[in-house]
């Protein structure tokens, strides 16, 4: 895990320098700047294997150079068939691998490699720039292009100065809580979506971009249920075993939840030695699952650490948070990921965790919303929405969120999007042209489920779930690791039938299942606390003057497209606790401290 950096803009060495400075964490080990035919490349490095010098980046072969983040995971595999094609490799990483890899079968190595990857290969002879982002958007890549200059990093931060906010990108964030690729919230700074690759011409000053890999027609395989079972157990302790290969302390992260708990289990059965597991718990009882995580750790017999935290060592990650994620990001789960991630590093440089388990397995709990009020979505419009009168939905009992969205929305598709989008709840003008590039999830499949499982792992899991994981981690120097983001767990579940996944409320039927060879079925079915933290409550007390201080009238002015009426009536009632409001008052205020670090690093 590292970050990397290109550029055709002849900024001097010390330059270069400060903007590495700024994303150091990522990187701590080393840092590497080289200057190739008015080309500069530079990078930062996590040592996690071959921790000899040999292996610090720029790397060359030849006429290439790479700069490289992330891990291939079955770069034995891949080292092996190169040998075999007469191939001499000098070093242990997996960076040499990818790199002659590329020089041998230039990019369709893609198809080859199983790993999360952002990477920039330069050769010197043709004068061009091959880069790659991994299938599922484990690991970030943005870039500058205007048609002469390119600018690349695995962080805004570094392209942030003299650039102008992308009025359109607020308008994104407020709807969704995250800026959607391939927007950021800059003018002319792009992120390339995942499973795609672009090409560069440094000659001809032409940029091309291409996907290689994508979700397809979702095509249900004739299977028994046991044979399913069998497979994906297989494929998964595949996915870990090949995720605990690693130069440095490995661990796993370990919650109360079935996804980690089973990675954590498979991690123990495959492991030569003890695994070490990880949590944080907390004083408040409603939010603490570290006591089920330390049964889970029991019985696995793993090494286990819990960290208990107070209120204030979360409250006081918040600067922390406007650091790290360096465009506007309002999912507050980010703040106990923070935490966990800057108490494991004191043990372990990498660590396993259970995050994608919800996409592919159906886990989330608007799937249930969903299939609750699937029928409702199967009446006429025009009747839902005569239905939606107030006083009809008083007399009988039914109003709520879901029931009044779901009688207002006009088709299923809207339904789903709406899990994943605001559209325009807190804004002046609704603007919904950037789920163009999310439209495929429709024509996937005519599962109802399956249609809102594409849309999450083609929009939020990018650019949330993913985005939170990698800056939260990086933020301290961890790697994390996730099996159920290997591609090919995500490939299986697919096809697997939908009762296998979801069956009459029971998500996550299949995982469970499995995880009952581990841990008892009594045990693991503990009510889900959710890794969540009291965000709501603190900005009525701890964090009232903070809050009302940061979303002040000049502030709120000055966001683009944000109807400011309407937002303080809804301060107005979570302050007084007549509503909750939190996630649309945790995101003006995430905004307040991105403007703010904004404006900080165009002053100097």
């Known amino acids: ?201 440094l000659n001809t000053k032409t940029l091309t971009i291409q996907d290689y890999w994508n979700l397809q027609d979702a095509k249900i395989r004739d299977i028994s249920y046991e044979d399913a079972k069998e497979e994906l157990r297989a494929l998964l302790l595949d996915a870990v075993k090949i995720r605990l290969q690693s130069d440095v302390p490995i661990g796993s992260f370990l919650s109360g939840g079935i996804d980690s708990a089973l990675v954590s289990s498979m991690a123990t059965e495959v492991s030569p030695t003890q695994i070490k597991t990880f949590s944080i718990g907390f004083d408040d009882p409603n939010y603490d699952e570290s006591k089920i995580a330390e049964q889970y750790a029991k019985i696995i017999n793993s090494h286990h650490t819990t960290t208990i935290c107070s209120p204030k060592d979360i409250l006081n990650l918040i600067p922390k948070l406007t650091k790290v994620y360096d465009e506007p990001f309002a999912d507050s789960s980010a703040l106990p990921s923070l935490l966990l991630n800057k108490v494991t590093k004191n043990y372990v440089t990498v660590a396993l965790s259970g995050d994608g388990g919800d996409e592919s397995f159906i886990g989330y709990t608007f799937f249930d919303s969903l299939i609750r009020n699937k029928k409702i979505m199967d009446i006429p419009y025009p009747i839902r929405k005569f239905l939606s009168h107030p006083i009809l939905l008083k007399l009988f009992g039914l109003n709520s969120h879901r029931v009044r969205n779901a ?70 120097s961890v790697e994390v690791r996730s099996p159920f983001l290997d591609y090919r767990v995500v490939e299986f579940a697919r096809t697997l039938p939908m009762e296998y996944r979801y069956d009459k409320g029971k998500m996550k039927k299949i995982l469970r299942d499995l995880l009952k060879e581990y841990i008892p079925e009594e045990v693991f079915n503990q009510p889900k606390k959710g890794f969540a933290v009291p965000i709501g409550n603190w900005m009525r007390n701890e964090l009232r003057d903070a809050f009302l201080s940061a979303l002040n009238d000049e502030f709120l002015n000055k966001v683009p497209n944000l109807n400011v009426k309407k937002f303080k009536e809804i301060l107005d009632e979570h302050m007084s606790g007549k509503a909750d409001h939190t996630p649309n008052v945790w995101k003006l205020f995430v905004l307040s401290k991105w403007y703010e670090e904004f404006e900080s690093i165009n002053r100097t």
């Open 1 to 201: 895990m590292c970050g990397i950096y290109l550029t055709n803009i002849p900024f001097d060495k010390e330059e270069v320098k400060d903007k590495l400075e700024s994303i150091a964490y990522r990187g701590p080990d080393f840092m590497g700047i080289e200057v190739i035919n008015k080309l500069t490349l530079g990078h930062l490095r996590l040592s996690i294997l071959d921790l000899d010098p040999r292996s610090n980046q720029p790397m060359h072969y030849e006429d290439l150079s790479i700069v490289f983040n992330g891990e291939i995971y079955n770069y034995k595999d891949v080292k092996r068939d190169l040998i075999a094609l007469g191939y001499d490799f000098k070093t242990e990483s997996d960076t040499e691998v990818l790199l002659i890899g590329f020089k041998h079968w230039g990019k369709s190595v893609l198809d080859r490699i199983n790993g999360m990857f952002a990477f920039s290969i330069y050769n010197s002879k043709e004068n061009t720039v091959f880069s790659a982002r991994d299938r599922l958007g484990v690991k970030p890549f943005y870039y500058f292009w205007d048609g002469h200059d390119i600018e690349i990093s695995s962080q805004i931060r570094p392209m942030l100065k003299g650039k102008e906010i992308n009025e359109e990108a607020i308008s994104m964030y407020l709807d969704c809580m995250f800026i959607p690729s391939p927007y950021t919230i800059v003018n002319d700074v792009y992120k390339l979506p995942p499973g795609n690759y672009m090409e560069l011409d």
């Open 407 to 476: 009688l207002n929305t006009k088709t299923k598709n809207d339904f789903i999007e709406n899990i994943f989008s605001r559209k325009g709840f807190l804004l002046k003008k609704k603007n919904q042209s950037w789920m163009k590039y999310y439209q495929d999830y429709k024509t996937w499949s005519n599962s109802f489920l399956q249609k809102a499982a594409d849309l999450n792992i083609k929009l939020w899991l990018e650019n949330d779930s993913n985005v939170k994981v990698d800056r939260a981690s990086m933020a301290y």
